[in-house]
């Protein structure tokens, strides 16, 4: 038997994701569908394999390891396996700087 876990989003992430489809939807809403459902499918696989994401390079090189990433072009989300749990703390767009976005939301607290 499996083991799962509950998939916790985050305010903050969830603010990211709603800005996400906000923004594509002002040009084109069934994209903008398209991709929220797709970044909630792959999330959901993380019931089953919360570790199946990569620890977040960045923070690697720091020592950081117990967050980790799933890819979905061009997001990075962000999450920590912490049992029986995965919390999302955050979806970025992988084009910009990840510290950058960490240095802001830490200004903007």
Known sequence: ???????????????????????IAKDNPTQALKILNKIKKTTSGLFHHPTRGRIIPELKEQGILQYRELIIPPWRVMYRVSKPMVFVVSVIDSRRNLEDILLERLINL
């Open 1 to 23: 038997m499996r083991k799962s876990y509950d998939i916790v989003w985050a305010e903050r992430a969830e603010k990211d994701l709603r800005d996400i489809v906000a923004y």
